[in-house]
């Protein structure tokens, strides 16, 4: 069985922007827990979920945030496991505050990030981190890009019928 992934969001207001990553782990089988943990608010509640991930079963954490989006950093600060952050887009600058939040981040304390709102994206990361130690995950991935490719062609197929 694949480690968990954990889904740590900084808001409920971030819930459904993260739906669509909530719905790519279950495709792929993968279990997960979705907890919202404030970088700001509770701290102490961040420090404990992310010291404690490894030991809980967890193999990759994403956190989701907008505005200042320091939550990914926190989590990241407090474990050796991959976080990956999703920018959520705000009124305020469409996301880019939260981006740069996060990619900006200090010597020693990585984060992945994908684009604003990525949140399948994040999961699709995820499921590729974990499928370095779990074959049938990775066979899972290459029959994901292979259904995607059949789409593709399938679409160019139906192009070239088009009247232009």
């Known amino acids: 069985m694949s480690k968990k992934v954990a889904v740590i969001m900084g808001s409920d207001s971030d819930l459904d922007t993260m739906r669509p990553c909530v719905k790519r782990l279950k495709k792929f089988g993968i279990p997960f827990e979705v907890h919202i943990i404030s970088a700001h608010r509770t701290p102490a509640a961040a420090e404990q979920f992310a010291s404690g991930a490894r030991e809980n079963g967890f193999g990759v954490i994403i956190a989701a945030a907008g505005k200042a989006a320091h939550l990914a950093g926190v989590l990241a600060a407090y474990t050796t496991l991959p976080v990956i952050g999703v920018p959520i887009k705000t009124s305020m600058m469409g996301g880019l505050d939260s981006l740069l939040s996060m990619v900006q981040m200090p010597k ?42 059949e789409e593709v062609m399938e679409k160019d197929q139906k192009m070239q019928t088009e009247e232009f």
């Open 108 to 149: 020693g304390i990585p984060v992945a990030c994908v684009a604003v709102d990525g949140a399948k994206n994040a999961a699709i990361l995820a499921a590729q981190m974990l499928a370095l130690s779990d074959e049938e995950l990775a066979g899972k991935l290459a029959e994901f890009k292979d259904k995607m490719a």
